[in-house]
């Protein structure tokens, strides 16, 4: 059932009306947006709009230079890297889109047992992983939510040679606010939903049955997880089922709302587009496709709307698009993904995924593309671990002081991957890297780095200011 007591925030009417003004703004109005927006303070929705209708070339070499600036400026060369762990896929909804709907055959259904969770995350740790995403198809075996809960725990007390997952960020179905209240003693770190089409019509056309069919329930889940005390929330939007321009002025909309109501919006903005999944037709001709350009014009304007959150991108898109985002504003990304249930542990069958991938690659060998391109590619929890989440994190990053904290950390767990999983060719480029970074980083910041990295070095391991 919906909740009656939820502001209607989704403004499908203010969203048409800034469409329809910035259809006939000129290049000067871009670019006297293009130079606030390089104060890196956010933009307006009517802003965002005018942005969202640039086309000439120019203008638009212009948008991908701002984002590259405010991306260097806040985030420095650091890309967050986390993998993905599915532990179920039976699902009661019929969503048109996705290979774990309730009525395809075509898909084995599965929930791993303790056990075989654990083995997942064993494999994760000798890969290097620290921060994984559990994901769960939108129904739970006979245990119900405590099943989830379960999972987070067999996650966690996993210790294999020198490795562990840190953090554990959670992808569920929308809660009441007391099963919150109980994911949030669990130790999470960023409860993450979609609402994958803010449209209402387009999200109930797509939607046909189950809880997922109540477009309130689902898209006040994050005013409930908040209200319960989890203030790392991840919204997102499934591109290609409806106009991109709208999805990301709604995004903005409910940034906004989260920020009115709690003081801090949203810790990440995902940005997946609709890739094919078994059994679903929809997924291999979405309803409103979004193009490469357009994909990397909607990173960028998110980047420059909302600058200290972050944006993930996932192995939905191929090895070049990741790396042509990297700069455009993407800050995490998922790597050496498996999208179905006991994918690490067992012979991936397609069939069983709830999506095909776009990027294959090992984890190995996207940190060494990640480093060869000039990024830190970081394993970082020191912020969950600390406090330092929601408004704690925001009161740090909009001055700058967090990079104190992000830069030597961010080295710091590299140093680990290199050290202790790395292949040679991997560590040899990944060395080099740290050396570079060092010196282009500010003195204290350096010299704070430099003392944590000997501490690693020297066997010590979990490192982080």
């Not at 776009?358 to 990024?375: F, N």
């Amino acid at each position: 059932m919906a909740e009656a007591s939820l502001e209607n925030f989704i403004d499908e009417a203010e969203i048409e009306q800034a469409l329809s003004r910035a259809a006939g703004a000129g290049s000067g109005r871009v670019r006297e947006i293009l130079t606030r927006a390089a104060e890196a303070k956010g933009l307006s929705l009517p802003e965002v709009a005018v942005l969202a209708e640039v086309s000439d070339p120019e203008l638009l070499g212009e948008l991908f230079r701002t984002a590259r600036e405010v991306k260097e400026r806040i985030y420095g060369r650091r890309l967050v890297l986390f993998a993905p762990l599915y532990i179920s896929n039976l699902c009661a909804n019929e969503c048109l889109y996705c290979a774990f709907r309730a009525r395809n055959r075509k898909v084995q259904r599965r929930s791993l047992t303790q056990d075989l969770i654990r083995r997942e995350v064993e494999i994760l740790v000798d890969q290097g992983q620290k921060r994984v995403l559990l994901v769960a198809g939108e129904s739970y075996p006979r245990e119900g939510f405590d099943y989830v809960l379960r999972s987070i725990e067999t996650v966690y007390a996993v210790k294999k040679g020198r490795g562990e997952i840190r953090r554990l960020n959670v992808n569920v179905a929308p809660l009441e606010i007391e099963e919150f209240r109980r994911l949030k003693q669990a130790g999470i770190g960023t409860y993450q939903l979609f609402q994958e089409t803010y449209h209402r019509p387009t999200y109930l056309a797509v939607h046909l049955s189950g809880k997922k069919r109540d477009f309130d329930w689902r898209l006040g889940a994050m005013d409930r997880a908040m209200q319960a005390g989890i203030d790392d929330v991840g919204i997102g939007v499934l591109f290609g089922l409806f106009d991109w321009r709208f999805e990301i002025l709604a995004l903005m909309q409910h940034a906004r709302h989260l920020e009115r109501r709690f003081g801090v919006g949203p810790h990440t903005i995902s940005v997946p587009r609709l890739e094919p999944a078994v059994g679903s037709d929809m997924a291999s001709h979405p309803p409103k496709p979004v193009s490469d350009v357009e994909f990397r014009k909607l990173v960028a304007i998110l980047r420059l709307a909302v600058p200290y959150t972050g944006i993930i991108l996932s192995t939905r898109e191929s090895a070049k698009m990741r790396s042509e985002t990297f700069a455009l504003g993407v800050s995490q990304i998922s790597a050496g993904s498996r999208t179905n249930p006991g994918g690490y542990s067992e012979q991936e069958i397609e069939q069983a995924a709830q999506f095909s991938l776009g990027d294959h690659r090992p984890l190995d060998e996207v940190i060494r593309d990640v480093a060869g391109l000039g990024y830190i590619p970081s394993f970082c929890t020191a912020c969950y671990r600390l406090g330092r989440t929601g408004q704690d994190f925001m009161d740090l990053a909009k001055p700058g002081a967090i990079k104190a904290h992000c830069d030597p950390n961010a080295l710091s767990t590299f140093q680990e991957y290199l050290l202790d999983y790395a292949s040679p060719e991997t560590r040899r480029v990944g060395e080099l890297l740290i050396e570079r970074a060092l010196g282009d980083m500010a003195k204290p910041v350096a010299q704070a780095a430099q003392k944590m990295l000997e501490r690693v070095r020297a066997g010590e391991r979990d490192v982080y200011v």
